[in-house]
């Protein structure tokens, strides 16, 4: 059974969004693992329902549902309007779905990989499914114009096909600001709020900003956002709804999910003193950075751990000094040993997140990332650990610039396989092709022999 949430069901269906499957898990169920909700998809179901909508969430991933259970399930529910999510590893999934799709529902189709490559996108998409609306970036507010019926032609940032081609509007209704937006209502989420499987709290997960300063080479964040523009939803706002969250279901824990939460000290206390004055005590996860952090003092150490600090998220990305200068990462090894010496001595966690096999990295280089992950692990005496990823050009990213300079073609660079990695290929799709001195299997070899020490020092 698909489970439609948030749905009304005394009215008729006006918009179904499906966060679209990895995998087609009708054909091989899904493996266990953790999911965080799509944020961004409950927030284009909030505004549509605040505008009075009737809207549900099929969040496909989650909850591990094969094509043909979610087009059933749309097919029953009549819905006027139908959105998927459309990541570039999720991208051929979500073809087979519109395919399969009533002719009469008009797709919205969105996120990154829409964003990135709108008008292949959108060919795409109108070939199997002829009404078809792209909206490039932030969506919210156009979906909702879209379904009260303006005319295509006069909402800026998306585009469609018709009997004169491809079609677009200039502009973008990306939000200035997040000051007064609506929470995200919750009850759109399969598992948000959701009991932590590893410490047992209650858990919710919180967008507290969008956009980021850094240009990092092989990140499609900031073209999501169209261009790297901050912003901030105001302290007040994110206390407020996790006071919120608190009285309803007993939120103990949040994990903030920003781009890059801990961007500097007066954001983080200002965020610490607004839950303070709500009275809500939580423990918090949050996204930071090792050239920033290095430099906090001891003392915001202590105020961030008395505080609830509980794990950072950081990334390295690469074991090479040449590697992360290619990639302008812009952190050192210094600042990196410096951070997470901060904060395992308070023991605070540390996730760490590398990327092998990026354009032009050389064996040794591979090897580096994998030693500093293991004497990370080692150091950090069990608060420590390492997620090891192999590297996909996104497009809209410079890497993707740089391989279709050196006359890669965007299909090739698109061409993503779902098997023949490894371990790793049972919950993540893999790149077909190889961009660095060691081979896809090789390094996804490397990254299931990793991860197997990894389980077996934590465990012990
Ligand atoms: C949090 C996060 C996650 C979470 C939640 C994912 C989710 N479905 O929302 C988790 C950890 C589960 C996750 C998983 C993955 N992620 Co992720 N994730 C992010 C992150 C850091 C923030 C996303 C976010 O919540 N932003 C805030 C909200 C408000 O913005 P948003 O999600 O972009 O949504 C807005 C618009 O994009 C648009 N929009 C979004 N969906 C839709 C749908 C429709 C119909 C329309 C019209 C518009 C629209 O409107 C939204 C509101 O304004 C971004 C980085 C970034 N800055 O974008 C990467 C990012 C989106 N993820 C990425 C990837 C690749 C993945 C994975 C495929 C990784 C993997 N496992 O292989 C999976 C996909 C799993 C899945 N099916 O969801 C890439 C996408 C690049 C690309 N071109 O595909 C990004 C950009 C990071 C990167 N590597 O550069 N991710």
Not at 49 to 57: P, R, S, T
Not at 275 to 283: D, E, F, N, Y
Not at 324 to 347: C, F, G, M, P, Y
Not at 349 to 359: A, S
Request: glycine share 8%; net charge negative.
């Amino acid at each position: 059974m698909v489970f439609l949430r948030g749905l009304s069901n005394n009215k008729p269906v006006d918009l179904v969004l499906v966060n679209c499957p990895m995998r087609d898990y009708g054909l091989s169920p899904k493996d266990e693992y953790e999911v965080l909700p799509p944020l961004g998809l409950g927030i284009i179901a909030t505004y549509a329902q605040q505008a009075g909508f009737n809207v549900c969430l099929i969040d496909a991933e989650s909850e591990g549902y094969g094509i043909n259970e979610i087009v059933k399930a749309i097919g029953e529910t009549q819905p006027r309007f139908v959105g998927i999510n459309i990541l570039t590893p999720t991208r051929m999934v979500a073809l087979e779905i519109a395919k399969k799709l009533p002719s009469h529902i008009h797709l919205l189709i969105g996120a990154a990989h829409a964003t990135a490559l709108p008008e292949k996108t959108v060919r795409e998409f109108s070939k199997v499914h002829k009404e078809t609306t792209l909206f490039v970036g932030e969506a919210e507010v156009a979906v909702t114009k879209i379904m009260a019926g303006h005319d295509r032609r006069f909402v800026p940032g998306i585009c469609w096909i018709d009997h004169n081609g491809y079609q677009f509007t200039v502009g973008s209704l990306q939000l200035n600001s997040l000051e007064n937006m609506p929470a995200i209502n919750r009850s759109f989420f399969a598992n948000d709020p959701c009991v932590d499987g590893k410490n047992g709290w209650i858990e919710t997960r919180i967008i507290g900003s969008r956009g980021c300063p850094y240009t990092c080479t092989y990140c499609a964040g900031s073209r999501t956002t169209i261009g790297t523009k901050v912003r901030r939803t105001p302290a007040e706002d994110i206390a407020a709804e996790i006071a919120a969250l608190q009285a309803l279901h007993g939120v103990e824990a949040v994990r903030f999910v920003d781009d890059l939460m801990i961007i500097d000290e007066k954001r983080v206390r200002s965020i610490m003193d607004a839950l303070k004055a709500m009275g809500a005590s939580i423990k918090w996860d949050a996204t930071g950075r090792a050239n920033i952090m290095a430099k906090f003092s001891p003392e915001f150490y202590d105020y961030m751990v008395a505080n609830g600090l509980h794990e950072v998220a950081i990334g390295i990305e690469s074991g090479s000094t040449r590697m992360r200068d290619v990639i302008h990462k812009q952190v050192t090894e210094t600042e990196i040993w410096t951070t997470v010496k901060a904060l395992t001595s308070r023991k605070v966690k540390v996730k760490c997140y590398l990327i092998v096999g990026i354009p032009g990295e050389t064996a040794e280089e591979t090897s580096q990332t994998f030693d500093l992950a293991r004497r990370l692990m080692e150091f950090g005496d069990g608060l420590v650990r390492a997620s090891i990823f192999l590297f996909r050009p996104y497009p809209g990213t410079e890497e993707w610039n740089k391989l279709i300079a050196s006359g890669w073609t965007e299909d090739e660079l698109l061409e993503m396989g779902a098997s023949g990695h490894g371990e790793r290929a049972k919950h993540t799709v893999v790149t077909s092709h190889q961009y660095a001195e060691l081979s896809p299997e090789v390094l996804s070899q490397m990254i299931d022999d990793y991860n197997r020490d990894q389980a077996l020092f934590l465990k012990g």
